[in-house]
Each structure stands twice: as structure tokens, then as C-alpha cells.
């Protein structure tokens, strides 16, 4: 018998399922099935795979934004792939919840698991299933065709032995895993085989790392998604962030079907990623060390593997040092945490683009009032050595994306996040969207618009005053006006208010007031003769501030009064005399 009936003869007594379905064990069926699309030769077909953990992190958003952008500016596919091979980490509702925080900050997929009009989970796209989990026939096709090839084995290892041989290589200073000589079942016949089945015996599916080596197609030239290998045992590779890379070859015969015929990620992702047709995988740079693992999987399945593009970590500044968000320490790291402080979607996509692309910024200097996606993104410019994610960045960034929002936009974000996120601010904004607008809109025409709100619960923070059930005097009166001059000032204001003054004629009363009263009518007169004066007009219209607003620094008081109109503005005037 050839050596290839026996590799025939054991890959019918282990995917006998396989070979029983109209499909058959032939994996051409497979390449037939996901053809190239018919996409232009530029088009970068990028996706998303995360597992269903449950905790949706800002690495969540910055991985699926950078894949985003890729395929949106090349004219290609963007999808998403649910990577559930895990079932221990599964947590129920966890792609629901991703989706729908992603589609929050304004990333949506064009193909892959999507979410239907009942809110539930669906697929669309011709390339699917979209869940690992239910391409379980696909795995143990390709494994069945390595098992013919010689390159993959049944390993029947139990952990008890593979904890010997780790004692054994700790003694001998040896890399630990399965390789050469520990490789035990690299040889095994199919009757061997069937005698542990029938025995109950539990097994893995390896890789033969010797024979997929020796198999390998020698170089390859390097450039775009290609790589090279020599016989010196490296592979080489161009990363589309990083550039060339150099690895050993990998001599580990890495587990591609788990004990209960799960693939490992190593091997599910490769296939997925080839009948997916995916040209660009952009990842964490944890995925670094598997990189020869993947490139030589591909190689010995005989695809062209896509271009691997390894991010670097976001990272903070604690005590002067960098280190690593962690999802323990930094409440910043989870999307809920934006989503419930207020910050607009657009002002982090665009703060992400400043940590994604060195020459973003640049280019929003050149480009003040432009979209976003007028910006080029190119993976070349991105870093590689950890990105430091820096709140007052965040802010900074937020505050000019805010300012160049219309008030009538912001004003609908500011509902929509309150019916979400704070029921009680809901309830005092929602009824009058048309005076909110205004709220909104001081301060933010002219030549240099006012840039001092970042986000949604610091507006409403700074807007409640309009607002009687969230109006208070939280400020002291001025130090040099006394209590009778308060009252003095708010009677004689509240005497001569008239709220369809102009302007000038309403500071031309409050100049009235200061003087009556003792009060110098310019800062510059009490400045040149302070002994003269109580204070000056300032200290007039900081008592009047405070009793409309409760507070002694606020937008312009003449705009605010407009927006509150002559009953309130009265009703305020009363409260502060009594206060």
C-alpha cells in the first residue's frame, strides 16, 4: 500500500463525517464556493474577528476603525466575523452589544454578522457563515487534505504526558512543545489509530511541521502579501505597518483541531481569511510571535497569505511611565465609558486618527472644516511602539470637533444620549428641542467660536442653570460689593430691565447702575483710581450674572437673558434678593 492510501486510510477513520457529504473531502468544493470577488484590483477587503467575551474596549474601536477606513477609501469590503471557538469565554448577547456600540461610534460593515429589524442577530453576505462555529465542515476538510498530504497527524498525547515532556525539556533547557523527537505520534499508522479510538482515546489534530517545512515552495519574492522563506530556517515578511520582519521558521507542531474538533485559531483564521478573500489583516501586535505559525499555514494549504498589519498597544502615562490600558485599572478603556460620559462619535473617530496617522493632524490644520473621510489613511504611518492614549488629547480634540458641529446637530446628540444615559436630563431637555438649540448656539459664531465643551454630561453640566429645577446660586457674591449693594443692584436692574433693548442700551444701563451706586463705569477708571471707586461696572455685572445664572463666569449674559426670557430673568432677580 502507497504511502499516500495509508494517509487515506486514516483520513476516512477520522473525517468520515466529512467525506459523507455532497461536498466531499475535496476542498476545491471550498474555493469554488467563496470565489475572488469581483472587487477592483486596489480594493482592500479587510474584517473584524473578535471573540464573544462580553467587553467591548476601546482596542475594539481602534482595530475596527483602522479596517474601516482601509476598505471605505479603496473602494472595498469591510466585514465582520464572530470568532466563537471558545466556549468557555462566550457570554450570551456579546455580538449584539458589539455591534451595536460600534454602529454608536459610526462604524458599520458591509458584509458578515449583522443585526436585523427585531434586533437580532443575522448574517448577509455571500461568503458565510460569518460564525467559526458554524464552519466546523470547512475545518475538517482542509485537516482531512492534510492528513492525506502527510502534513497534520492524529496526536493522542494525554496531558499527563505532554506535563513529562515539559519537565523534560525545563531540565534539558529546551524551547518546550511539540517538535522532533517529542513528537510521538508524527508516525502513526491508521490501525494504531483506530485501535485508540475504539479505546475512547482523546485526540488532537497537529501540524507536521518537518514535513510542511520541506514541503514549502522555497522563496517566494517579498512584496505585498508575499513572503520569503530560505533554508537557513527564517521566513521573512513584509508587515504593511511594521516593514520587514524576520522570524524563525516555526518547528512547533501546533494543535489545528482541539480534543472536541474545534479549530484553533491559528487554523480557523488562515482559511476563513482565504475563502473570505481577505487582502489586509490588521491586528495587535500580540499576534506577532504566531506570525511564521500563520505564514506557514498558509503556505502548506497553498494560499497567498493577506498583508499582515500588527498595531501597537494604546498605552497611558502613570507615575511618568507608559504602560499598558488595562481593563482592571482604567475605566477608559471600555466604550461605555464614552458612551455614558456624552463624547461625540465624530470626536473620537477623529482623536483615534491623530494616534492612527502621524500626518493627521497635518492634514486637519490644512483641512480645518473637511470630513473626515477626506483623510487618506496609510498603514505605513502608523506606529509601532505603543500609542499613548491621552484624555486631554481626547478633550482638546472634542472641543474643535464640537465647535464645528451646527447647534441644531448637537442638540439631537444631546437628546439622544440623555434618553439613553441620564433619564432626569431627558426629561428637562427633550419637550423644547428649539430652546436647547439656542442654549447651544451662544458663543459659537464669529471668527473665534467658543471651544470650551468637550463632551455631553460636561454641556449639560454647564447648561442646567437654564433649567429651574437645576438652577442654583452656587457662586459667592463679588468680595467688594456688600449685601445692601446686592439687593441695591438687582432692584434698580430688575427696575429698568427691558428685555427688547438693544445691545448698547442694556450695557448702558448696567454703566448707570455702577454709577448710582458708587461704581466706576470702565474697569480702566477704577484701575487708575481705585480709592475713588467701590470697584467698577465689572463687579455690577457679576452680581447681575450670578442671579440669572448662579455663577460668576458664564457665556454672554445678554444672549442668556434672551433665551430665558422677561419672566424668568424676573423670577431669578426675586430668588437672589431673598437668597
Not at 165 to 173: A, G, P, T, V
Not at 424 to 453: E, F, N, T
Request: some cysteine.
Amino acid at each position: 500500500m502507497s504511502y499516500e492510501d495509508k494517509n487515506i486510510l486514516m483520513a476516512d477513520l477520522l473525517f468520515s463525517h466529512v467525506i459523507n457529504e455532497p461536498s466531499g473531502g475535496d476542498t476545491s468544493y471550498y474555493e469554488g464556493l467563496y470565489p475572488p470577488r469581483d472587487i477592483p484590483r486596489e480594493a482592500a477587503v479587510t474584517r473584524l474577528g473578535p471573540s464573544p467575551t462580553g467587553f467591548i474596549h476601546l482596542g475594539n474601536l481602534y482595530t475596527a476603525f483602522m479596517n474601516e477606513k482601509l476598505s471605505r477609501q479603496t473602494g472595498g469590503i469591510f466585514y465582520l466575523r464572530i470568532e466563537d471557538t471558545d466556549n468557555k469565554r462566550e457570554v450570551e448577547g456579546a455580538a449584539l452589544s458589539l455591534i451595536t456600540s460600534l454602529r454608536h461610534f459610526g462604524v458599520s460593515f458591509d458584509e458578515g454578522v449583522s443585526i436585523g429589524a427585531d434586533m437580532k442577530i443575522i448574517e448577509r453576505g455571500a461568503y458565510g457563515p460569518y460564525h467559526q462555529s458554524q464552519r466546523r465542515e470547512i475545518y475538517h476538510a482542509y485537516a482531512r487534505r492534510l492528513i492525506i498530504e502527510g502534513k497534520a497527524y492524529p496526536c493522542f498525547m494525554t496531558e499527563e504526558e505532554l506535563d513529562e515532556i515539559r519537565s523534560e525539556q525545563e531540565s534539558n533547557r529546551e524551547t518546550p512543545g511539540v517538535y522532533g523527537k517529542y513528537a510521538k505520534y508524527r508516525d502513526i499508522t491508521a490501525e494504531q489509530a483506530g485501535n485508540l479510538l475504539r479505546g475512547e482515546n482523546k485526540y488532537v489534530i497537529r501540524l507536521n511541521a518537518d514535513a510542511a517545512n520541506s514541503a514549502a515552495g522555497g522563496a517566494l519574492p517579498l512584496g505585498g502579501a508575499a513572503y520569503a522563506s530560505d533554508e537557513k530556517g527564517t521566513v521573512t515578511v513584509v508587515d504593511g505597518i511594521r516593514g520587514r520582519l524576520t522570524f524563525p521558521k516555526n518547528e512547533m507542531d501546533v494543535v489545528l483541531l482541539k480534543s472536541d474538533g474545534i479549530p484553533t485559531y491559528h487554523f480557523a483564521h488562515v482559511i476563513d481569511d482565504h475563502l473570505m478573500r481577505t487582502t489586509h489583516v490588521i491586528r495587535g501586535e500580540e499576534w506577532l510571535s504566531s506570525l511564521p505559525i500563520h505564514l506557514q499555514l498558509a503556505d502548506t494549504l497553498g494560499f497567498t497569505p493577506p498583508v499582515y498589519c500588527h498595531s501597537t498597544v494604546l498605552m497611558k502615562i502613570e507615575n511618568g511611565k507608559k504602560r499598558k490600558l488595562s481593563k482592571r485599572k482604567d475605566p477608559e478603556l471600555s466604550l461605555e465609558y464614552y458612551r455614558e460620559e456624552g463624547y461625540h462619535p465624530q470626536a473620537i473617530l477623529e482623536y483615534l486618527l491623530t494616534v492612527i496617522n502621524s500626518n493627521f493632524e497635518e492634514w486637519r490644520d490644512a483641512n480645518p472644516n473637511a470630513p473626515i473621510s477626506e483623510f487618506k489613511m496609510t498603514t505605513e504611518k502608523m506606529g509601532v511602539s505603543g500609542i499613548l492614549f491621552d484624555l486631554d488629547k481626547l478633550e482638546d480634540v472634542s472641543k474643535n470637533v464640537l465647535a464645528r458641529i451646527p447647534a441644531s446637530d448637537l442638540a439631537d446628540f444631546m437628546i439622544r444620549w440623555a434618553r439613553l444615559n441620564r433619564e432626569d436630563v431627558y426629561s428637562a431637555i427633550a419637550d423644547d428641542a428649539g430652546r436647547l438649540v439656542k442654549i447651544l448656539d451662544i458663543g459659537r459664531s464669529g471668527d473665534k467660536p467658543r471651544k470650551d465643551l468637550a463632551y455631553a454630561s460636561q454641556i449639560w453640566d454647564f447648561i442646567k442653570y437654564f433649567y429651574d429645577d437645576y438652577f442654583e446660586i452656587a457662586d459667592p457674591w463679588p468680595e467688594n460689593v456688600p449685601p445692601g449693594d446686592v439687593i441695591a443692584i438687582l432692584k434698580s436692574y430688575d427696575a429698568s430691565f427691558n428685555l427688547d433693548d438693544d445691545r448698547d442700551t442694556w450695557f448702558a444701563k448696567i454703566r448707570q447702575i455702577a454709577k448710582m451706586g458708587g461704581y466706576a463705569e470702565k474697569p480702566k477708571d477704577y484701575k487708575r483710581e481705585p480709592e475713588k471707586y467701590k470697584g467698577h461696572v465689572g463687579d455690577v455685572s457679576t452680581v447681575i450674572r450670578i442671579a440669572l445664572v448662579g455663577r460668576a463666569n458664564s457665556p454672554d449674559i445678554y444672549e442668556i437673558q434672551q433665551i430665558l426670557g422677561a419672566d424668568e430673568v424676573r423670577m431669578r432677580l426675586a430668588y437672589a434678593q431673598e437668597a
